[in-house]
């Protein structure tokens, strides 16, 4: 008889389920080659997803911007770029927060003359459809350069000073912001956050050309909504630039100045702007405004039909401002929350706002804290609120007022507050399904 003898040579560690399907094999190469052929859009949705979990978050992002759309893609960017990522500060977008954190950082390190023009300029189209507020802390200013040094000699003509206003310009932020379509919200600081051993009061000029080419900037952003330029010396001569610029803006509800050198001068030229425009939220607190910039205030707001929030607060606009504020709102019906706080106020500006309280039904919240309204001070406001169903916070800290008055005040405010709530919360029932 004849055999056959057969022999089997066995791999026991080769198995059919490690061969990935064609379609995982295509995926890897999309992923892997994706910064030459970015082919993600013609792709099925769970196969993006797939391609999208394999990219890496060093790809250039003139491949991604406009490409990758997947939150989970610049979450992911986001994470290994910065310790604390609060989405919920971004509409909940990631690649929201991507974008705006990126640009901002840019803008911080920005040094003019020094750092190249195209590096922010090559982001507009990457960026500008996600882009809807920036947050600058920081603006440096160009690197001091000896005009000695330069070879530069100074004519008789010639002051050193103007010479050196020349390396005191901040980068122009107009071809920026103009091109971004979304933006919303504007946050500036016109400050240096660690300048170290360098030290130099110039490191913090917020000069006329910087303001002159920000006023126009800030003018040409049409869906501007919040303007904030805070802890930048801002005067009155800068003030009144901006305030003419932004007179007959389209859509700025909330403007912060807060933290500036602005005086009555100044007041005044934003005193016109509350009565031209659509303003919602005034912040001037920690300026240098005293009774002639607070009665022009008052002025604009007995004009104004918008203004629900105005803070005063640490001016010096003593009882001739006080009283003058407190007459504009026996006619204003739209200011909701007035600071006074810390303006050197006693008695005279609270008997004015023991007949505001009386007759205005629009204010819901005052803030008198630490100034001198003294015992008799209380008990006219005390008096004001008798019949008063509308204030729900009365900050008498620090303002002399007696204990028992500022008890009885407290109460009459609490039970306001509380009918509030209790009518806010029996409103949705009422509504009909």
């Avoid at 971004?90 to 920005?110: A, C, P, Q, T, V």
């Avoid at 909701?336 to 706002?353: I, W, Y």
């Avoid at 005040?409 to 509504?431: C, D, G, K, M, Y």
């Amino acid at each position: 008889s004849f055999y056959t003898r057969r022999c089997i040579t066995e791999d026991l560690s080769w198995s059919l389920v490690t061969v990935p399907p064609l379609t995982e094999l295509c995926l890897q190469h999309i992923a892997h080659n994706f910064e030459n052929n970015p082919i993600l859009n013609d792709l099925l949705p769970e196969h993006q997803k797939k391609v999208v979990e394999r990219l890496s978050t060093s790809l250039p992002l003139t491949v991604t911007a406009n490409t990758v759309s997947h939150e989970e893609y610049w979450k992911r960017c986001c994470m290994e770029r910065w310790q604390v990522c609060d989405v919920s500060n971004y509409g909940d977008s990631w690649k929201r927060m991507f974008f705006e954190r990126h640009l901002e950082n840019i803008l911080k390190f920005f040094v003019p003359n020094t750092t190249d023009p195209e590096q922010v300029l090559e982001l507009i189209p990457l960026c500008k459809d996600y882009v809807r507020k920036l947050e600058i802390n920081q603006l440096l200013p160009p690197l001091q350069v000896d005009p000695k040094e330069e070879g530069h000699d100074v004519s008789d003509g010639e002051d050193e000073g103007e010479i050196g206003e020349v390396y005191k310009h901040h980068y122009n932020l107009k071809e920026l912001i103009t091109s971004l379509p979304h933006l919303e919200e504007l946050h500036l600081i016109y400050d240096v956050k660690s300048c170290g051993m360098n030290f130099e009061w110039n490191l913090f000029n917020f000069t006329e050309l910087d303001c002159s080419n920000l006023a126009s900037a800030v003018k040409m952003c049409r869906n501007l909504k919040v303007f904030k330029l805070t802890r930048s010396k801002v005067d009155d001569d800068k003030i009144k630039l901006l305030a003419r610029n932004l007179q007959h803006h389209p859509c700025l509800l909330e403007l912060d100045l807060s933290h500036n050198l602005i005086r009555d001068h100044g007041a005044q030229a934003l005193g016109k702007l509350i009565s031209r425009s659509r303003l919602e939220t005034l912040n001037l607190c920690n300026n240098q405004i005293c009774h002639l910039g607070a009665q022009a205030l008052a002025q604009g707001l007995a004009e104004s039909s918008t203004l629900t929030s105005l803070n005063l607060r640490l001016n010096f606009v003593e009882d001739k401002g006080g009283e003058a504020i407190g007459r504009a709102l026996l006619t204003n019906t739209s200011l909701k929350c007035l600071h006074l706080g810390s303006n050197n106020l006693s008695e005279p500006t609270a008997a004015v706002f023991s007949q505001v309280l009386a007759q205005n039904t629009s204010l819901t919240s005052i803030n008198f804290s630490c100034n001198h309204l003294g015992l008799d001070g209380g008990k006219q406001l005390l008096a004001g609120l008798a019949n008063n169903k509308t204030l729900t916070e009365l900050d008498l800290r620090h303002a002399e007022v007696e204990q028992e008055t500022d008890f009885l005040i407290h109460e009459i405010v609490w039970a306001n507050r509380e009918a509030v709530r209790l009518a806010s919360l029996q409103r949705p029932s009422t509504e009909p399904l």
